[in-house]
């Protein structure tokens, strides 16, 4: 299934993108309503903590005869789209170069030696929609770059998770573009922290994809465009700590707890690293697409020039 996170008047709502329809939307609490059905998740992160019983809960009241007709039924065209964890539990958990080819781009760039993949973590308030838009603050940063991502959503808790278990503590999957200030990254003797952490710099989305439908996290192709260009287009395969790895490695002697968010690393064609350098700037739109998963699409605004001061 494909969950997603949708405006509702003052409010968000958990909708299911339909089966066989994907320009549909069940909104899930119009459908409860109609169909007299016991109480249902408010939003993504409750049907995460309900386990695997909700989930086939859910499954079932959205694949009712109720559920193809009447109010519940929504263009997926006409519904402004939330991040589907807003916030998700605790920091984004982020992986540093952990692709061998951008972790060598980055190294030519900066005139380093090539470093192993590094842990840092992104602060909630980053979270933004698939489809907003992304304020740059001149007074703050003139270096912004993209990074597209596979999102990993953790389903089911658990310290010191051994590889050949870890794909079962996996919920879903989302895009995630791990949008960055290079200049405050590499600043005060390096603040990765604080670089990734700009406040709406994260889109993520569109929905996140149900862990059954995407049985092979290792070969999914990612792609970033700008203005219409290709940036990056890799694949999952090219990881160097694959999915199930990574879970080994952020688990070992520390908890994951159900509904946090991973965002996996990115492959190569950053910005930073081209020559010369390229940044992003104020009207430039980005699409952040992985396979079998969604896209993003994001507009780069001045800062303060659509209600943010």
């Known amino acids: 299934m494909k969950l997603v996170m949708f405006r509702h008047g003052d409010g968000r709502r958990l909708g299911v993108v339909r089966e066989g329809a994907p320009d549909e939307v ?97 602060a909630i308030t980053t979270i933004s929609g698939p489809y907003d838009d992304i304020p740059i603050d001149s007074a703050v940063s003139v270096n912004i770059d993209w990074e597209v991502e596979l999102g990993v959503v953790v389903g089911q808790a658990g310290r010191s998770i051994k590889r050949q278990d870890a794909l079962d503590h996996v919920f879903g999957y989302t895009v995630v573009n791990d949008v960055t200030a290079r200049d405050m990254q590499r600043g005060w003797g390096g603040q990765w922290f604080k670089g990734k952490s700009l406040d709406a710099s994260c889109p993520s989305g569109p929905w996140v994809v149900t862990a059954d439908e995407v049985p092979d996290p290792t070969s999914l192709q990612l792609r970033l465009l700008v203005n219409g260009e290709v940036k990056q ?68 605004i001045a800062f303060g020039s659509n209600g943010t001061d």
């Not at 119009?30 to 695997?52: C, H, K, M």
């Not at 109720?66 to 539990?89: E, F, K, M, N, W």
């Not at 999915?243 to 490695?249: G, K, M, P």
């Open 26 to 122: 069940v909104d899930v609490a119009e459908l409860a309503g109609s169909s007299g059905s016991e109480s249902v998740p408010r939003d993504i992160l409750a049907v995460v903590d309900s386990g695997a019983q909700g989930l086939d809960r859910l499954r079932e009241l959205v694949s009712s005869a109720a559920a193809t007709q009447g109010s519940a039924v929504r263009r997926l065209a006409d519904l402004a789209v939330l991040p589907p964890l807003d916030p998700p539990r605790g920091n984004v958990l982020a992986i540093g170069r952990n692709y061998q080819k951008h972790a060598e781009e980055g190294a030519r760039a900066l005139d380093e030696k090539v470093g192993p993949p590094t842990i840092f973590t992104k």
């Open 233 to 300: 287009d890799a694949n999952t395969r090219d990881m160097i700590y694959p999915v199930d790895s990574l879970i080994e490695w952020l688990s070992m002697g520390m908890t994951l707890l159900p509904g946090m968010l991973i965002a996996t690393g990115t492959p190569e064609g950053v910005g930073f690293a081209r020559t010369p350098p390229e940044y992003l700037r104020p009207g430039d739109i980005m699409e952040t697409e992985v396979q079998g998963v969604g896209t993003l699409r994001n507009r780069m």
